[in-house]
């Protein structure tokens, strides 16, 4: 049972192209988070989606980001128009009920994005 | 505010002793879950262990083991009997709630572990 996917591991933009991260949740599992880990800092919510819908985005900044979770494929977080301090890991999490469970979430490996 | 705070940055510990992580959290809800989770180098972030907030006694998996003081809100990790493969990054977490709005973390800045030989 494969874990969540999250590509690419490693992610160079340059200062305002578009990052597009991808995330695959566990089978069997319709809800996706993702947080952001700035560097020398713990993991930040940004947004909550169960598939087609985006259930909380109260993390996530009001420009330039935003992220979707479609019927079919990958949840995919996209950031318009790269700056500097885009630049962190970005981490997928997948649960298969609404709320939490005792087991907290299964996260990816997450996606380092680094932006020159 | 702050409501999860690791005063530890770093730390050393000698193979094979205890290490004892400090995890302090501020909360109103009466219902919360508490987490640790490791990031080593390599950067995933691998769930240890997990306490609710109405849980007696304290959760345990393996050499992990979570020291709850509900008073002093306080969730400190123990890591028993130190394994050079436990040098990494350590996070606690907070969940706070029930229901359909207890989903989203809360984490703290993290404590570097070092396990020397």
């Known amino acids: 049972n494969a874990g969540v996917m999250q590509n690419p591991r490693h992610l160079v933009r340059r200062r305002g192209q578009e990052a597009r991260l991808r995330c695959s949740p566990m089978?069997?599992?319709?809800?996706v988070y993702w947080y952001r880990q700035l560097p020398e800092e713990g993991l930040k919510f940004m947004v909550y989606?169960?598939?087609?819908?985006?259930?909380?985005e109260s993390g996530m900044p009001k420009e330039r980001f935003s992220a979707e979770f479609p019927k079919e494929g990958p949840s995919i977080l996209r950031i318009q128009q790269v700056v500097r301090g885009d630049s962190a890991a970005y981490f997928c999490?997948?649960?298969?009920?609404?709320?939490?469970?005792?087991?907290?979430?299964?996260f990816g490996s997450g996606t380092r994005l680094t932006v020159v | 505010a702050q409501k999860i705070t690791q005063t530890q940055p770093g730390m050393f510990v000698q193979e094979k002793e205890a290490v004892t992580l400090d995890c302090t959290y501020d909360?109103?809800?009466?219902?919360?879950?508490l987490f640790w989770y490791k990031q080593p180098s390599s950067g995933e972030m691998i769930f240890l262990i997990y306490?609710?907030?109405?849980?007696?006694q304290n959760a345990t998996e393996g050499r992990y083991s979570l020291n709850f003081q509900k008073a002093r809100k306080s969730a400190n990790l123990v890591i028993s009997a130190s394994q050079l493969g436990d040098s990494a990054m350590y996070f606690c977490?907070?969940?706070?709630?029930?229901?359909?709005?207890?989903?989203?973390?809360?984490f703290g800045a993290g404590t570097t572990v070092t396990v020397r030989a």
């Open positions: 909360t109103s809800d009466p219902s919360y879950g």
């Open positions: 977490a907070m969940r706070e709630g029930q229901g359909s709005n207890d989903y989203k973390l809360s």
């Open positions: 306490q609710g907030s109405y849980d007696q």
């Open positions: 089978k069997g599992h319709s809800h």
């Open positions: 999490a997948s649960s298969q009920a609404a709320h939490g469970t005792a087991y907290g979430y299964t």
């Open positions: 989606l169960q598939k087609e819908n985006i259930i909380d």
